[in-house]
């Protein structure tokens, strides 16, 4: 799998859209880009996922760049209950495992 | 909106002594997945299976891990003789299908300390 880069840390104003970015330059056609979040130490949430085309659903937006190399979550309207680690993973075809690395720890600020 | 469930929350265990995690996968998946979180560490892939069998394993999944589907809900995780290096959080994972495109839920995590 290709490995992705990630700011160790970022800070948002609770309200305000939180914008995660992820380096991910050597990923594959056929590789789909996963985010993931993890509260405190519970379990990995599901954020989102995505190939080339953008996409939204009810938590997040997930952008990803025409050349696929980089991608950007997006928390339209970040409260204090967003402070996570954010993960940005991603998992070929036939893949059977998530590969994590460190993530971004965003702060939600009042 | 369905979920992987787990128990316990929390067991404590001597060194040596033989311990069970369970799982309750959703019920609609067919791939299974454990991964451990060892304190302030990353979130590690240890096991999938699938169709009762292993489909996958890393390297910390050793002899003395084994993986079960012992009845048509339940998945499970034995650790024959726990050492001290044991100690982390456990999570289950399901999904409907593997790999691209396919999404795979965790459960909340079952903290196995180690005395």
């Known amino acids: 799998d290709a490995k992705t880069t990630q700011p160790p840390s970022m800070d948002c104003a609770e309200g305000r859209a939180a914008n995660l970015p992820c380096n991910h330059s050597t990923i594959s056609g056929n590789e789909y880009v996963y985010w993931y979040r993890q509260i405190h130490s519970q379990g990995p949430q599901y954020i989102i996922h995505g190939l080339k085309n953008n996409e939204t659903n009810e938590m997040a937006s997930l952008i990803i760049t025409e050349d696929r190399k980089s991608s950007t979550l997006i928390l339209p309207h970040a409260t204090l209950r967003d402070t996570a680690v954010y993960y940005c993973i991603v998992n070929g075809a036939g893949s059977y495992q998530l590969t994590f690395g460190k993530g971004t720890k965003l702060s939600v600020i009042p | 909106e369905p979920e992987v469930t787990q128990t316990p929350s929390h067991q404590v265990t001597q060194m040596g002594q033989e311990v069970i995690l369970r799982c309750v996968p959703i019920?609609?998946?067919?791939?299974f997945y454990w991964y451990r979180q060892i304190l302030g560490q990353k979130v590690e892939f240890l096991v999938s299976f699938y169709n009762n069998e292993i489909s996958e394993k890393s390297e910390i999944f050793d002899d003395q891990f084994s993986v079960e589907r012992p009845d048509g809900s339940n998945f499970t995780l034995k650790i024959r003789s726990t050492k001290l290096e044991d100690s982390a959080m456990y999570f289950c994972?399901?999904?409907?299908?593997?790999?691209?495109?396919?999404?795979?839920?965790f459960g909340e995590g079952s903290w196995l300390t180690v005395v």
């Open positions: 019920s609609n998946h067919l791939y």
């Open positions: 994972a399901s999904s409907r299908f593997p790999g691209a495109g396919n999404t795979i839920y």
